[in-house]
């Protein structure tokens, strides 16, 4: 019931259960089904539903009042300075970050942090987003995210990763005619990071025979290593140069980047364990960025 009454809270800021959606990664329905079932408990309506918004009525607004209390105060149990604290975090995270540089950070903030617990959420960047928005958890590692922030977050940056072009061993190494030649595993369009590659198609003018859609780098990787196809995917994070029967290109135009980052409520960040995990975090990304300019510049020198 919590979650209903965030979903609520921001319906009701927004006038629009679209909106509401939008900022907490739910489809308008999803945000509807939650409200109806809110209101069938409470016993009333809380909305004046319209064509295209919706107000709220004498009863929500009541209601909204009562419901920012409500969660505040459940947010203010969740920090309970009574019990002993564990610097215990909820954090989610990509799976590209898990599968790459968190374990060796996670190392490192137990080193400094021994006592802490952490939860870590898998999912991908919009989920992540919502559930950081709606305090389900207290950061994420994620793909910075192209709308502006609500003011209680920060965007902390950590590393670009660049995107490659992969294909089979022995296909052309000329992007354009590789994928006029083979079929095409694209980088889901609904993630950041394959809205990315979607644009930067459109923009060189370059077609694609699609055949599959993914959200997941590291699965694309493996179908281009059995012979499934090509992809553009980033390529920092994922073993590319380690997986057998893979040929990388450089895309033509430029680099093309993602920046992934921590998306943190403010309030968190004062607390050290988080603060702590912000810096083993950075750390590693960092040892990656080095790792990626070395590999750039011997490559210029072949």
């Given at each position: 019931?919590?979650?209903?009454?965030?979903t609520?809270v921001?319906?009701?800021?927004?006038?629009?259960?679209?909106?509401?959606?939008?900022?907490?990664?739910?489809?308008?329905?999803?945000?509807?089904?939650?409200?109806?079932?809110?209101e069938?408990e409470?016993?009333?309506?809380?909305?004046?539903?319209?064509?295209?918004?919706?107000?709220?009525?004498?009863?929500?607004?009541?209601?909204?009042?009562?419901?920012?209390?409500?969660?505040?105060?459940?947010?203010g149990?969740?920090?309970?300075?009574?019990?002993?604290?564990?610097?215990?975090?909820?954090?989610?995270?990509?799976?590209?970050?898990?599968?790459?540089f968190?374990?060796?950070?996670?190392?490192?903030?137990?080193?400094?942090?021994?006592?802490?617990s952490?939860?870590?959420a898998?999912?991908?960047?919009?989920?992540?987003?919502?559930?950081?928005?709606?305090h389900?958890?207290?950061?994420?590692?994620?793909?910075?995210?192209?709308?502006?922030?609500?003011?209680d977050?920060?965007?902390?940056?950590?590393?670009?990763?660049?995107?490659?072009?992969?294909?089979?061993?022995?296909?052309?190494?000329?992007?354009?005619?590789?994928?006029?030649?083979?079929?095409?595993?694209?980088?889901?369009?609904?993630?950041?990071?394959?809205?990315?590659?979607?644009?930067?198609?459109?923009?060189?003018?370059?077609?694609?025979?699609?055949?599959?859609?993914?959200?997941?780098?590291s699965?694309?990787?493996?179908?281009?290593?059995?012979?499934?196809?090509?992809?553009?995917?980033?390529?920092?994070?994922?073993?590319?140069?380690?997986?057998?029967?893979?040929?990388?290109?450089?895309?033509?135009?430029?680099?093309?980047?993602?920046?992934?980052?921590?998306?943190?409520?403010?309030?968190?960040?004062?607390?050290?364990?988080?603060?702590?995990?912000?810096?083993?975090?950075?750390?590693?990304?960092?040892?990656?960025?080095?790792?990626?300019?070395?590999?750039?510049?011997?490559?210029?020198?072949l």
């Open positions: 019931m919590i979650r209903y009454l965030r609520f921001v319906a009701a800021e927004a006038e629009s259960f679209s909106a509401a959606g939008n900022r907490l990664g739910l489809t308008q329905s999803a945000v509807s089904t939650q409200i109806r079932r809110l069938d409470l016993g009333f309506a809380l909305f004046d539903r319209k064509a295209k918004s919706v107000t709220l009525c004498e009863e929500g607004r009541h209601a909204l009042e009562q419901a920012a209390q409500i969660l505040d105060l459940f947010d149990m969740k920090r309970q300075r009574g019990f002993p604290d564990r610097g215990g975090l909820n954090i989610g995270a990509i799976s590209t970050v898990q599968a790459s968190l374990p060796k950070a996670l190392q490192q903030f137990r080193r400094v942090q021994p006592a802490a952490i939860n870590i898998p999912g991908v960047s919009a989920e992540l987003l919502a559930k950081v928005d709606s389900e958890l207290d950061m994420a590692v994620m793909i910075k995210p192209r709308l502006g922030l609500p003011p977050l920060k965007w902390i940056p950590l590393i670009s990763e660049h995107y490659v072009g992969i294909a089979p061993k022995g296909a052309p190494t000329d992007l354009p005619e590789l994928l006029r030649t083979h079929p095409f595993i694209r980088y889901d369009r609904r993630s950041p990071g394959g809205q990315l590659v979607d644009r930067y198609l459109k923009q060189h003018g370059l077609s694609t025979m699609d055949t599959m859609e993914l959200d997941e780098p699965v694309i990787l493996n179908m281009v290593s059995e012979g499934l196809g090509c992809s553009i995917i980033p390529g920092d994070l994922v073993p590319v140069k380690q997986t057998r029967g893979i040929s990388v290109l450089g895309l033509p135009g430029g680099p093309l980047v993602r920046e992934i980052g921590i998306l943190a409520r403010l309030a968190v960040l004062d607390r050290p364990s988080a603060q702590t995990l912000v810096d083993s975090l950075a750390a590693q990304a960092s040892k990656i960025s080095g790792q990626t300019k070395r590999r750039a510049a011997r490559a210029s020198h």
